[in-house]
């Protein structure tokens, strides 16, 4: 199997780690400064405004899907997340999620990272085949980065490779910008509340119990015409 470039450029960092010797935060690990704005795929999910809006607790949405991630040179973060997942049973119930969270990061001796949320990230998931199809939730998971690295490409350019907790890959992430693009830092959503909330949709129980008062009604109202008829009929004949 033959690496991409960013994966062999980022090999020596993967073994400085795997002997447990402190990782050194020079120009081999990362070539340029963590601090800015990364985005996978065609870089239309970035972090900021035009993504997430925490107050109202609602997403806009990107004409792709991909990860965005922002670091400030203070120790903040914000990730945004837009992404499909099919269903191995049946490929035509997909679930779609978009996901925000902000907080602070730190950098391990190890070479890892803990993305460590401020406690008002949320996420809404969208189940083409669920009861409930459409639902705001709270999201506020640390994401834990076992090792990362940033390294040039001659087609991609400055190019930030991240290993997940379970030693899979984040698509990689390109430089979007040399600035963090981020919204305010505080707290910008009440959690006291939950905001477990399905949007435009119904639990299979409402819709089947909507469903049966109609028919109820339906047929009430057919049981009325016939006996209004009935009656009609009875007294044209008797008139006769």
Not at 49 to 63: K, L, N
Not at 123 to 143: R, Y
Request: charged fraction near 10%; charge should be negative; glycine fraction near 8%.
């Amino acid at each position: 199997m033959i690496l991409p470039f960013f994966l062999l450029a980022a090999l020596p960092t993967v073994l400085a780690q795997n002997t447990g010797d402190p990782i050194v935060y020079d120009l081999q690990h990362n070539i340029t400064s963590l601090v800015g704005t990364w985005s996978t795929g065609s870089m239309h999910v970035v972090p900021g405004p035009d993504f997430a809006s925490p107050a109202e607790v609602r997403f806009t949405y990107p004409s792709t899907t991909g990860v965005g991630v922002s670091f400030s040179d203070d120790g903040w973060y914000e990730y945004a997340q837009y992404s499909f997942v099919s269903n191995a049973t049946d490929p035509t119930c997909i679930t779609g999620y978009m996901l925000w969270s902000h907080g602070t990061y730190t950098n391990e001796v190890n070479g890892s990272m803990f993305l460590i949320p401020n406690g008002d990230g949320y996420q809404q998931v969208q189940k083409t085949c669920a009861a409930v199809s459409n639902l705001i939730e709270n999201n506020n998971d640390t994401i834990v980065v076992n090792w990362w690295n940033i390294n040039q490409d001659t087609e991609l350019g400055f190019v930030l490779t991240m290993q997940k907790f379970d030693g899979t890959y984040w698509a990689p992430f390109k430089q979007y910008s040399t600035s963090p693009n981020m919204l305010p830092t505080q707290k910008l959503r009440n959690v006291t509340q939950a905001p477990d909330v399905s949007i435009g949709a119904r639990s299979l129980e409402e819709r089947s119990s909507a469903a049966a008062l109609r028919t109820s009604l339906v047929l009430m109202g057919a049981a009325l015409v016939f006996g209004l008829l009935s009656i009609a009929l009875f007294f044209s004949f008797g008139c006769i």
